[in-house]
Protein backbone atom coordinates (compact mmCIF):
# COMPACT_ATOMS: atom_id res chain seq x y z
CA UNK A 1 0.00 0.00 0.00
CA UNK A 2 1.61 3.44 -1.15
CA UNK A 3 0.43 5.32 1.28
CA UNK A 4 2.10 8.46 -0.92
CA UNK A 5 0.36 7.78 -4.11
CA UNK A 6 -2.99 7.08 -2.41
CA UNK A 7 -3.06 10.51 -0.25
CA UNK A 8 -1.91 12.50 -3.74
CA UNK A 9 -4.36 10.69 -5.96
CA UNK A 10 -7.00 11.81 -2.99
CA UNK A 11 -5.61 14.89 -3.32
CA UNK A 12 -6.62 15.60 -6.77
CA UNK A 13 -9.72 13.58 -6.60
CA UNK A 14 -11.25 15.47 -3.66
CA UNK A 15 -9.91 19.24 -6.36
CA UNK A 16 -11.79 17.61 -9.48
CA UNK A 17 -15.19 17.37 -6.98
CA UNK A 18 -14.78 20.48 -5.63
CA UNK A 19 -14.49 21.95 -9.28
CA UNK A 20 -17.58 20.20 -10.32
CA UNK A 21 -19.21 21.68 -7.28
CA UNK A 22 -18.33 25.19 -8.03
CA UNK A 23 -15.69 25.52 -5.06
CA UNK A 24 -12.07 24.91 -4.66
CA UNK A 25 -10.34 21.81 -3.26
CA UNK A 26 -8.38 24.05 -1.19
CA UNK A 27 -12.06 25.10 0.64
CA UNK A 28 -11.43 21.02 1.88
CA UNK A 29 -9.86 19.24 4.36
CA UNK A 30 -8.92 16.30 4.74
CA UNK A 31 -8.74 14.27 7.78
CA UNK A 32 -6.82 10.62 7.54
CA UNK A 33 -8.90 8.07 9.65
CA UNK A 34 -6.07 6.69 11.43
CA UNK A 35 -7.59 4.28 13.45
CA UNK A 36 -5.65 0.81 14.09
CA UNK A 37 -3.02 1.56 11.85
CA UNK A 38 0.23 2.63 13.69
CA UNK A 39 2.75 4.98 14.15
CA UNK A 40 5.00 4.57 10.87
CA UNK A 41 2.18 4.67 8.48
CA UNK A 42 0.33 7.75 10.04
CA UNK A 43 3.86 9.47 10.06
CA UNK A 44 4.17 8.11 6.04
CA UNK A 45 0.69 10.01 5.68
CA UNK A 46 1.24 13.30 7.15
CA UNK A 47 4.74 13.14 5.13
CA UNK A 48 2.86 13.04 2.04
CA UNK A 49 0.66 15.80 2.78
CA UNK A 50 -1.64 14.90 5.61
CA UNK A 51 -2.22 17.47 7.99
CA UNK A 52 -5.41 16.35 9.71
CA UNK A 53 -5.58 12.97 11.78
CA UNK A 54 -9.33 11.55 13.29
CA UNK A 55 -9.00 8.99 15.63
CA UNK A 56 -11.85 6.66 16.98
CA UNK A 57 -10.44 5.70 20.53
CA UNK A 58 -9.06 7.58 23.67
CA UNK A 59 -6.78 5.34 24.85
CA UNK A 60 -5.04 4.45 21.11
CA UNK A 61 -5.29 8.24 20.79
CA UNK A 62 -3.30 8.62 24.06
CA UNK A 63 -0.47 6.17 23.28
CA UNK A 64 0.01 7.37 19.80
CA UNK A 65 0.38 10.54 20.47
CA UNK A 66 2.57 10.02 22.93
CA UNK A 67 4.75 8.34 20.27
CA UNK A 68 4.76 11.31 18.11
CA UNK A 69 2.79 9.33 15.45
CA UNK A 70 0.56 12.98 14.78
CA UNK A 71 3.24 15.38 14.86
CA UNK A 72 3.02 17.85 12.17
CA UNK A 73 -0.53 17.54 11.82
CA UNK A 74 -3.84 18.79 13.55
CA UNK A 75 -5.86 15.75 15.90
CA UNK A 76 -9.25 15.13 15.87
CA UNK A 77 -11.31 12.62 18.22
CA UNK A 78 -13.87 10.97 15.68
CA UNK A 79 -15.25 7.63 17.24
CA UNK A 80 -18.12 7.78 20.03
CA UNK A 81 -16.81 9.39 23.11
CA UNK A 82 -17.92 7.51 26.54
CA UNK A 83 -18.13 9.39 29.23
CA UNK A 84 -15.50 7.97 31.54
CA UNK A 85 -13.40 8.68 28.68
CA UNK A 86 -14.15 13.12 28.96
CA UNK A 87 -11.67 14.21 31.23
CA UNK A 88 -8.32 12.64 29.43
CA UNK A 89 -8.99 13.79 25.91
CA UNK A 90 -10.41 17.53 26.63
CA UNK A 91 -7.22 19.62 25.67
CA UNK A 92 -5.94 16.75 23.33
CA UNK A 93 -7.56 17.17 20.12
CA UNK A 94 -8.28 20.74 18.57
CA UNK A 95 -11.49 19.33 17.26
CA UNK A 96 -13.85 16.47 19.18
CA UNK A 97 -16.14 15.66 16.34
CA UNK A 98 -18.77 13.37 17.91
CA UNK A 99 -20.46 15.22 20.30
CA UNK A 100 -24.32 14.49 20.76
CA UNK A 101 -25.91 15.07 24.01
CA UNK A 102 -26.18 17.72 26.89
CA UNK A 103 -24.46 15.74 29.25
CA UNK A 104 -21.21 15.37 27.35
CA UNK A 105 -21.35 18.79 26.08
CA UNK A 106 -21.43 19.71 29.69
CA UNK A 107 -18.67 17.53 30.87
CA UNK A 108 -16.16 18.77 28.02
CA UNK A 109 -16.91 22.14 29.38
CA UNK A 110 -16.41 21.55 32.81
CA UNK A 111 -13.00 20.02 31.89
CA UNK A 112 -12.28 22.58 29.18
CA UNK A 113 -13.10 24.77 31.89
CA UNK A 114 -10.87 24.10 34.70
CA UNK A 115 -8.08 23.54 31.99
CA UNK A 116 -8.40 27.39 30.93
CA UNK A 117 -9.01 26.52 27.53
CA UNK A 118 -12.13 26.21 24.98
CA UNK A 119 -12.75 23.35 23.57
CA UNK A 120 -13.60 22.84 19.98
CA UNK A 121 -16.61 21.07 18.72
CA UNK A 122 -18.69 19.61 16.24
CA UNK A 123 -22.53 18.04 16.94
CA UNK A 124 -23.01 14.42 15.67
CA UNK A 125 -26.49 14.01 14.12
CA UNK A 126 -27.80 10.67 13.30
CA UNK A 127 -29.11 11.94 9.77
CA UNK A 128 -30.37 8.60 9.11
CA UNK A 129 -32.07 7.91 11.73
CA UNK A 130 -30.55 4.58 12.80
CA UNK A 131 -30.76 3.25 16.10
CA UNK A 132 -27.34 1.31 16.90
CA UNK A 133 -25.68 4.90 15.72
CA UNK A 134 -24.67 7.85 17.49
CA UNK A 135 -25.79 11.61 17.11
CA UNK A 136 -28.17 13.55 18.24
CA UNK A 137 -32.10 13.36 16.03
CA UNK A 138 -32.33 16.42 13.51
CA UNK A 139 -35.27 17.71 15.85
CA UNK A 140 -33.41 17.36 19.02
CA UNK A 141 -30.25 19.24 17.13
CA UNK A 142 -31.41 22.99 18.13
CA UNK A 143 -32.42 21.78 21.54
CA UNK A 144 -28.77 21.01 21.78
CA UNK A 145 -27.32 23.89 20.43
CA UNK A 146 -28.85 26.21 22.52
CA UNK A 147 -27.74 24.50 25.51
CA UNK A 148 -24.24 25.01 23.95
CA UNK A 149 -24.72 28.56 23.37
CA UNK A 150 -24.73 29.34 27.37
CA UNK A 151 -21.29 27.02 27.95
CA UNK A 152 -18.15 28.75 27.32
CA UNK A 153 -15.69 26.34 27.45
CA UNK A 154 -16.68 24.76 24.55
CA UNK A 155 -16.90 26.48 20.93
CA UNK A 156 -19.54 24.37 18.17
CA UNK A 157 -17.77 24.68 14.90
CA UNK A 158 -20.43 22.83 13.19
CA UNK A 159 -21.82 19.71 11.98
CA UNK A 160 -20.50 15.97 11.71
CA UNK A 161 -22.66 12.41 9.92
CA UNK A 162 -22.16 9.33 9.58
CA UNK A 163 -24.66 8.25 7.08
CA UNK A 164 -26.19 4.71 7.00
CA UNK A 165 -24.16 2.49 4.53
CA UNK A 166 -25.68 3.11 1.20
CA UNK A 167 -26.63 0.06 -0.74
CA UNK A 168 -25.53 1.55 -4.11
CA UNK A 169 -23.50 4.16 -5.18
CA UNK A 170 -25.26 7.72 -4.90
CA UNK A 171 -27.34 6.02 -2.07
CA UNK A 172 -26.26 8.58 0.39
CA UNK A 173 -27.04 12.05 -1.15
CA UNK A 174 -30.38 12.66 -0.01
CA UNK A 175 -28.61 12.78 3.35
CA UNK A 176 -25.61 14.86 2.87
CA UNK A 177 -28.29 17.04 1.53
CA UNK A 178 -30.11 17.09 4.29
CA UNK A 179 -27.02 17.64 6.61
CA UNK A 180 -26.02 20.97 4.33
CA UNK A 181 -29.74 21.53 4.65
CA UNK A 182 -29.23 21.54 8.42
CA UNK A 183 -26.49 23.50 8.39
CA UNK A 184 -26.67 25.97 6.50
CA UNK A 185 -30.48 26.49 8.02
CA UNK A 186 -28.32 26.99 11.51
CA UNK A 187 -25.87 28.98 10.35
CA UNK A 188 -28.68 31.40 9.03
CA UNK A 189 -30.28 31.54 12.93
CA UNK A 190 -26.54 32.92 14.21
CA UNK A 191 -26.73 31.46 17.84
CA UNK A 192 -24.79 32.75 19.94
CA UNK A 193 -21.30 31.17 20.13
CA UNK A 194 -21.44 28.55 17.71
CA UNK A 195 -19.92 29.38 14.04
CA UNK A 196 -21.35 26.79 11.36
CA UNK A 197 -17.82 26.31 9.68
CA UNK A 198 -17.06 22.82 9.46
CA UNK A 199 -19.51 20.02 7.66
CA UNK A 200 -17.89 16.75 8.25
CA UNK A 201 -19.09 13.90 6.41
CA UNK A 202 -17.71 11.80 3.79
CA UNK A 203 -15.76 8.69 3.75
CA UNK A 204 -13.83 6.27 1.48
CA UNK A 205 -16.69 5.29 -0.26
CA UNK A 206 -18.31 7.95 -0.83
CA UNK A 207 -16.48 11.24 -0.61
CA UNK A 208 -17.25 13.03 -3.93
CA UNK A 209 -21.15 12.72 -3.43
CA UNK A 210 -20.65 14.43 0.35
CA UNK A 211 -18.27 17.33 -1.31
CA UNK A 212 -21.01 17.84 -3.95
CA UNK A 213 -23.45 18.23 -1.40
CA UNK A 214 -21.15 20.78 0.48
CA UNK A 215 -18.97 18.98 2.71
CA UNK A 216 -15.96 20.81 3.85
CA UNK A 217 -14.49 17.99 5.70
CA UNK A 218 -13.91 14.10 5.12
CA UNK A 219 -12.73 11.74 7.01
CA UNK A 220 -10.64 8.83 5.21
CA UNK A 221 -9.06 5.71 6.29
CA UNK A 222 -9.22 2.86 3.99
CA UNK A 223 -8.79 5.15 0.97
CA UNK A 224 -5.44 6.31 2.21
CA UNK A 225 -4.38 3.00 4.46
CA UNK A 226 -5.35 0.16 2.84
CA UNK A 227 -8.08 -2.33 4.45
CA UNK A 228 -7.88 -2.18 8.13
CA UNK A 229 -6.56 -4.95 10.34
CA UNK A 230 -8.57 -5.91 13.23
CA UNK A 231 -7.23 -4.18 16.33
CA UNK A 232 -5.94 -6.52 19.00
C1 LIG B 1 -13.22 4.81 10.25
C2 LIG B 1 -13.95 6.08 10.13
C3 LIG B 1 -13.91 6.84 8.95
C4 LIG B 1 -13.18 6.39 7.71
O1 LIG B 1 -13.79 5.26 7.16
P1 LIG B 1 -13.26 4.66 5.77
O2 LIG B 1 -14.47 4.02 5.20
O3 LIG B 1 -12.18 3.71 6.09
O4 LIG B 1 -12.80 5.81 4.95
C5 LIG B 1 -14.57 8.05 8.93
N1 LIG B 1 -15.27 8.51 10.01
C6 LIG B 1 -15.35 7.80 11.14
C7 LIG B 1 -16.11 8.36 12.27
C8 LIG B 1 -14.70 6.58 11.23
O5 LIG B 1 -14.81 5.87 12.36
Known sequence: MDIGHNVREI???IDEAAKRAGRSGAEITLVAATKTNPPEKIREAVLAGIRDCGENRVQELLEKKSLGAYEGARLHFIGHLQRNKVNRLVGEVSLIQSVDSSELVNMIAERA??????QDILIEVNIGGED???GVAPEKLEELLEICESRRAVRVRGLMAIPPIAAAPGGNRRYFDQMHKLFIDIK????????M???SMGMSGDY???ILSGSNMIRLGTAIFGPRQPLR
Do not use: C, T
Open 113 to 118: SALGII
Open 188 to 195: AKKYDNIS
Open 197 to 199: EIL
Open 11 to 13: LRE
Open 132 to 134: AKS
Open 208 to 210: EDA
